[in-house]
């Protein structure tokens, strides 16, 4: 037993980071960003939009969240990687936008959607909480379309017939093959559902631990035990034992989720050689670059900078009598930057928490125009109160980093050096002040 408790760690695929097939770009790690821009900038535009006509207002739609994204281009989400060929999360969630315009079906299934929710409850999106169920009827109309986007270009690709809902399948057991994976890497605190997979009691480390190298190499009858499993262990039905019959014709037939399975591996082997070597010549080019500057500079003597700056001016240096004045009294900051890091630090957030916090604000919207007379960390406490601790509405930098979620009440309350009592009272005020401000 000694080698079951002090063999090495074996961790399979720790890299990967999403499914990729022939011609699609939205299946990677990179769409839970695209997806968020795109929420973010399709807001604003819709608020823009006569509801009376939005049927035909995709155009116009389009137009405007195309300005949006365009504004929000240099944001650190807009220049994140979206996916494993090179491309921004701007420019995926650019070309995804430009997609309604030719699939017109889409928008009117939105507009549908919309039209019956406001039957229902008026114009829900200029109310408290609204812009959420606004927010996620834009997130389903985006998922449908990606799909859809990337069988089409799949087809291309590989001259093979592909529908949005075979994505969707290739995604599920992708999902599938990566929760089998966590398992299999923490077999010990996972045993009983890793026998389950393996339809035997683990007495030992399991050889398929070792033998599970890639998705190409995860057999079929282990995501059917996996997805029989689900119920057991997590208490809802695994994918191919629901009651939807979307994935029917998966689960009796192992044959057809090994092919898939096979297909997705290949591909990713095939794509990730193939980023070796672009990554290689990118660091290569990365450093010579460097080295050129370096040996320019060490290459300048001391001081001839400054020098043929003054031998490029043509004007002589213009002195204003005002110089020659009281001098201006300067409000240095920095006292106060070293004061917020201190106390942002002491919470364990990031010491410019409270300064990139601030300038994420959308300082135009409808809530922040009535919360304008309270602090930062009472606004967070307000959407912490009405949305919870994760909404996609919020800026990455609102987040605490470790937990990807809105700081908790302990935490803005140092934030804004209250007491716990005093920053709830301040809170509730302001919701108070929302819900008024929102009636008729």
């Given amino acids: 037993m000694g080698p079951l408790c002090g063999g090495p760690v074996i961790t399979i695929n720790a890299t990967r980071k999403g499914m990729r097939l022939p011609g699609t770009r939205y299946q990677e790690h990179g769409w839970e960003q695209v997806r968020k821009l795109l ?25 405007l969240a195309c300005g949006y994204l365009r504004v929000a281009g240099r944001s650190p989400r807009a220049e994140a990687p979206g996916n494993s060929y090179g491309e921004s999360v ?24 919309v039209a019956s929710e406001q039957q229902k409850s008026g114009a829900f999106w200029a109310r408290p909480g609204g812009e959420a169920i606004l927010r996620k009827k834009v997130n389903d109309m985006f998922a449908v379309l990606r799909d859809k986007v990337d069988a089409d270009n799949y087809q291309v690709a590989c001259g093979r017939a592909c529908s949005p809902n075979k994505i969707y399948a290739y995604r599920m057991l992708d999902t599938a093959y990566g929760d089998i994976a966590r398992m299999f890497d923490g077999w010990r605190q996972n045993a009983d559902q890793v026998g389950a997979i393996l339809a035997r009691e683990l007495t030992a480390a399991p050889i398929e631990v070792r033998q599970m190298k890639s998705i190409a190499t ?44 096979r297909e997705i591996g290949d591909y990713e082997e095939l794509s990730a050689n193939r980023d070796c070597d672009w990554q290689q010549d990118g660091f290569e080019a990365a450093g010579w670059l460097d080295d050129l500057a370096r040996v320019l500079g060490e290459s300048e003597p001391e001081g001839a900078q400054e020098a043929s700056v ?14 020659n004045g009281e001098p201006e ?20 957030l990031s010491p410019r928490f409270m300064q990139l916090a601030r300038a994420a604000q959308d300082q135009g919207s409808w809530s922040a125009r009535i919360m304008a007379g ?32 809105l700081p908790t009440m302990q935490q803005l309350a140092a934030l804004d050096q209250l007491s716990l009592p005093t920053l709830r009272k301040r809170r509730d005020a302001a919701i108070a002040a929302l819900l008024a401000a929102a009636r008729p």
């Avoid at 929420?39 to 604003?44: A, D, E, I, N, V």
């Avoid at 701007?90 to 959607?113: K, N, S, V």
């Avoid at 300067?330 to 919470?347: G, K, N, Y």
């Fill in 218 to 261: 995860c057999r079929p009858e282990w995501v059917i035990r996996w997805s029989e499993s689900q119920q057991r262990f997590t208490g809802t039905a695994g994918p191919l034992h629901t009651r939807s019959k979307r994935f029917a014709s998966l689960k009796n037939n192992p044959d057809k989720i090994g092919a898939m399975l």
């Fill in 310 to 323: 003054e031998a490029d001016r043509i004007l002589p240096v213009i002195v204003d009598d005002l110089e």
């Fill in 374 to 405: 309270d602090s930062l960390p009472v606004r967070l406490a307000v959407y912490l109160k009405m949305l919870g601790s994760q909404d996609d509405s919020y800026p990455a930098e609102w987040l605490d980093p470790a937990t990807g979620e």
């Fill in 90 to 113: 701007l420019e995926l969630a650019l070309a995804l936008l430009f997609e309604l315009q030719a699939r017109r079906g889409d928008w009117a299934a939105f507009a549908t959607a």
């Fill in 39 to 63: 929420g973010q900038c399709s807001l604003p535009a819709f608020a823009r939009l006569d509801p009376a006509r939005l049927w035909e207002g995709v155009d116009e739609f389009v137009d």
């Fill in 329 to 348: 009294v300067c409000h240095d900051d920095d006292a106060d930057d070293e004061r917020l890091a201190s106390i942002a630090t002491s919470v364990s």
